[in-house]
């Protein structure tokens, strides 16, 4: 009994229990499940005697004293609102009344009593955000000076969130490394354009054709491109040499010839524009103006032009013996070098580049100087170059311009035509 009373009075102080409820309201409770939850006992691990049955006492009243000193701990579950009656009014939605406990039913009662009242959803109002139209009028004086202010700020704080939407597709990218895949177009079938290329002339037809498009206010240079079959890297496929062209280049050439003695005097009676020695290499060491285009000289001056190589090197003045520029015979070298002599050598584009006359020169002047500069080239070919014949392997290709006209392709059979011809009239003359 004294155990009864003790488990009595602790079920009273605390807040009714399902069989308190189901005693009172005369309703059965079902039986209790292994799994389901005990509440006739503290010890909720241990099962009633089946001697024992549970009996439901009434609740002890309390002092009122006891209740303000020590107030009631707030409810487990939730206690019937009397606000929400009113919302479910508004809603239209059944109201649920409150059990003689001042509370509702609850799905958790609900699970474990059999007959009780249905139990409904409760529908609240949806709330809407507040309409442009819903919003009070406001003066336009008012908005006026305001719109350009929201209207920038709304811009800027669009375009941070785009940066910021970017810069986070760029990590997740970096960082889970998404390859994107290029929306690449349908591939289709286009019509290959092929270049016209340039039908090849006769040297002939060449040179009409050039001297017909030189329509500058200045009379323009005749100039030959020759494309060589060699490799310019190589020491042994060096192409150099010099050319006597036999009606000259249309240009005054000023020679210069360093030589003493009787060589001097011959010089200038060949017609050499400036003569001299020591005094000659002096002055052009001290700083004084090539007043000259060609230089010609004696084998005992080279070892003397040694002081002033680096001045005439660079310009392509300093006489060489491969090119003829250093002889004993001056008299001869300043007749050449008047008549027309040039000197050509090949680039690191294996293409050789000369001007053979001028536009007013006629055409068969022009044929002759043609052969003879081919008739040069020829002789410049170099011994390491194998598999080649005269022409094929070594001439690729020979284009006659002007100086500011377009190129014209000549043919090989005319090259080698003038060439062969400008041979059998110089072994005529000797």
Known sequence: MEVLLSHARRHCLRRPTLSHLSCCLGIRARPLSPHSPRHLSSNQGDPLPPSIKPVAYA????????????????????????????????????????????????????????????????????????????????????????????????RDSQMEREARRINTDAWVRRGFRVLEEDNLPFPTLLKVEKKNEKVLLDLQEAIREVKANAKKKFIETVEAHVNLGVDPRRGDQMVRGAATLPHGTGKIVRVAVFAEGAAADDARAAGADTVGGDDLIEQIKNGAKLNFDKCIATPMFMPRLGKIARILGPRGLMPNPKLGTVTSDVSAAVKEAKCGRIDFKIDKTAIVHVGLGKVNFSDEALRENVGAFVNALLRAKPVGLKKASKYAGYLNSFTLCSTMGPGYPVSMSSISTAAEHYNKQKLKSI
Request: aromatic content about 4%; charged content about 35%; glycine content about 4%.
């Open 59 to 154: 609740v002890k009243p309390k002092d009122p004293s006891e209740e303000e000193e020590n107030p009631p701990p707030p409810p487990l579950r939730r206690q019937w609102d009397s606000r929400r009656p009113v919302a479910a009014a508004e809603s239209g939605a059944p109201q649920t009344p409150p059990t003689a406990e001042g509370r509702a039913w609850t799905r958790e009662d609900v699970r474990y009593v059999k007959d009780t009242p249905a139990i409904k959803p409760v529908a609240y109002p949806v709330k809407v955000a507040p309409l442009p139209e819903d919003r009070a009028p406001v003066e336009a004086a008012e908005v006026a000076p305001k719109e350009e202010g929201e209207e920038r700020k709304l």
